[in-house]
């Protein structure tokens, strides 16, 4: 019966419980033994190790009361803000949310955006005070900015241990009691995806949400946006361990479709599941996820580059967000470049190659997309990387992606994270006090966020800081373009942009820091640093020098100077074609460091 189905995620910030809540769920409804483990539905190592959740997670959970049967479909989500895009698609497939806030922690960045989030989309909030069996605890003060921030009333905040699982009851009970069962719906099959991923034996696996009708294994059915079709192979509910099939799910119901397809790319998340017998309107969909973050993947070996490819096809069948394509490089070899979602996802990305596939990778330094006009036309053209933008005397105006990001720390933290913030080209628009501690807003270009921003803000914090943001737009940015150059000659890849007061200071740092990693060659080695198509910086590496008169002893000075004067033409045509050693640890060192 529809009336029993409560659909119901848990959203909170990073580390406040959400995994460990579920687990308490779990073994309340008896879907798990006491004791099974921790952080049931994180089933990836690097989840487990990091105790972040970096993939939402369904699970189907019974549970009895007063005599009748409750289905509860739970689907636990992510809290870092590169996964916020499973946190869309999560409150778009339920109707009601449990909001988590860590008492020792108080209100943080992701749970103001996730609850916004919740309340637009009209879902029940359900809201909980977690970890309050903590001798650090501070439960009332968490009390109160509950309800300043959110507007709650005092009596329906709920305060539990997830740990202990004290109060955890009485979760299960309010999400009963006012979480609404899903709107039954007895028309055509309509249901929507809001996950898939690939199953070597199965092919791709769907997790769907059925709006109306009924899903039938032996159906055929179809794809709206795909325009895919394929017999229903197996339909049934997710559960902690594997799959529980059945005949059929019906209108309100969340469970998975295997769907038999080969293609992951024929089974788009948002898509429109129907009969095709029975034409029915699509769905809204969800917002595909935009690569915010490009960086480069090569193998520290070159004969690894086969693997490293077959590696990432097969790793981007499960990871909707994850864009790349081969690139060449004169220089570093065979490469893979990719679009990430933030900085975490580039770092989650490298270790499931290098543990999952037994890679050997290093990461170039990340970039941002820019969009650039030239002069005397009026489109602008969007770019991957500083390299592929034209010369600086073509070029009108370049643009840079902008931010609006929410921050939370204590107030005495504010004139320090302030200077950090105007340092950094950052703009406030909004400050707010609650007790100790403060919240600012405002926006920062995505360039010095991914560059050693995040670092220097919880130095300056102690670690008392928390930081959300999403995309705001495209600004003019005033910068100047930093090429380095060896003898002459551009190196690919080693182009960048800075804010134009700092390009100068930056090129004399990297020219500086490519000659320490630069080998002494058997010839001169001049380096440069152009700033906006202007050298700007000059370093040189003195040559290796044989003693060509050595073997005389004595005899007239004009004898060392003509065994001189030929040294010094054989090094001159060295020179000219001779190629410059520069060892791939070189160009990865220089990476790392472009940005500190």
Not at 93 to 121: C, I, M, P, R
Not at 302 to 316: R, V, Y
Request: aromatic share 8%.
């Amino acid at each position: 019966m529809v009336s029993s189905i409560r659909n119901f995620c848990i959203i909170a910030h990073v580390d406040h419980g959400k995994s460990t809540l579920a687990d308490r769920l779990l073994e309340l409804t008896g879907s798990i033994k006491p004791g099974s483990g921790q952080q049931v539905l994180d089933r990836h190592p690097i989840s487990r190790e990091r105790g972040i959740t970096i993939k939402l997670a369904p699970v189907t959970m019974t549970y009895k009361l007063d005599g009748q049967e409750y289905k509860l479909n739970l689907i636990d989500t992510p809290g870092h803000v590169d996964f916020s895009y499973e946190v869309d698609r999560t409150l778009s497939s339920v109707e009601g949310a449990v909001l988590l806030v860590d008492a020792t922690q108080g209100v943080q960045a992701q749970t103001l955006n996730y609850w916004q989030k919740a309340k637009k989309l009209g879902l029940v909030i359900i809201p909980a005070i977690n970890k309050i069996d903590l001798d650090s605890a501070q439960v009332e003060e968490t009390l109160l900015e509950m309800v300043e921030l959110f507007d709650f009333a005092d009596a329906d905040i709920l305060k539990i241990s997830a740990k202990t699982g004290l109060g955890v009851d009485k979760v299960v009970q309010a999400i009963i009691d006012k979480v609404p069962p899903p709107i039954s719906r007895r028309q055509r099959l309509r249901a929507i995806i809001f996950d898939s991923y690939y199953d070597e034996y199965q092919g791709v696996v769907a997790g769907v949400r059925l709006l109306s009708g009924r899903l039938q294994t032996g159906k055929r059915i179809a794809f709206y946006h795909s325009q895919a079709s394929s017999t229903v192979k197996e339909t049934g509910y997710f559960k902690t361990v594997g799959l529980l099939p059945q005949a059929q799910l019906t209108s309100g119901e969340i469970g998975y479709l295997v769907t038999g397809l080969k293609d992951i790319s024929q089974v788009k998340v948002g898509d429109t599941v129907y009969y095709p017998d029975q034409p029915t309107e699509p769905e809204a969909g969800f917002k595909r996820p935009s690569a915010m973050v490009f960086a480069s993947f090569y193998p520290v070996e070159n004969s690894q580059f086969d693997k490293l490819k077959l590696a990432m096809s097969k790793l981007s069948l499960n990871d909707s967000a994850l864009k790349w394509h081969v690139e060449q490089s004169s220089v570093l070899g065979g490469g893979i470049r990719c679009g990430f979602l933030g900085l975490l996802h580039t770092q989650i990305t490298r270790e499931r190659l290098e543990r999952d596939y037994g890679l050997n990778l290093v990461v170039t330094m990340p970039s941002v997309k820019y969009e650039y006009k030239l002069k005397h036309k009026q489109e602008r053209v969007q770019v991957e990387s500083a390299g592929l933008i034209p010369e600086p005397h073509l070029i009108d105006k370049i643009y840079e992606p902008v931010i609006q990001f929410d921050l939370f720390t204590q107030s005495n933290y504010y004139g320090a994270v302030l200077s950090l913030l105007m340092n950094n080209r950052g703009v406030v628009d909004g400050v707010y006090y609650f007790g100790h501690r403060v919240r600012i807003s405002g926006k920062l270009p995505l360039a010095e966020l991914i560059a050693d921003f995040y670092q220097k803000l919880e130095t300056i914090t102690s670690g008392y800081v928390s930081f959300d943001w999403r995309m705001s737009g495209w600004q003019p940015g005033d910068l100047s373009k930093v090429e380095l150059l060896v003898n002459g000659k551009p190196i690919e890849g080693l182009v960048f942009l800075f804010a134009k007061d700092r390009a100068v200071i930056k090129a004399r740092s990297l020219a500086a820091k490519l000659k320490r990693l630069i080998p002494r060659q058997q010839f001169e080695v001049v380096i440069q640093a152009r700033v906006s198509g202007k050298i700007m910086v000059k370093e040189r590496i003195a040559p290796f020098r044989k003693d060509v008169t050595a073997k005389l002893y004595g005899g007239d000075q004009t004898r060392k100077d003509k065994l001189l004067s030929k040294q010094k033409k054989g090094k001159k045509k060295m020179k000219q074609i001779g190629k410059i050693y520069m060892p791939q640890q070189a160009f990865f060192d220089l990476y790392k460091q472009a940005n500190q």
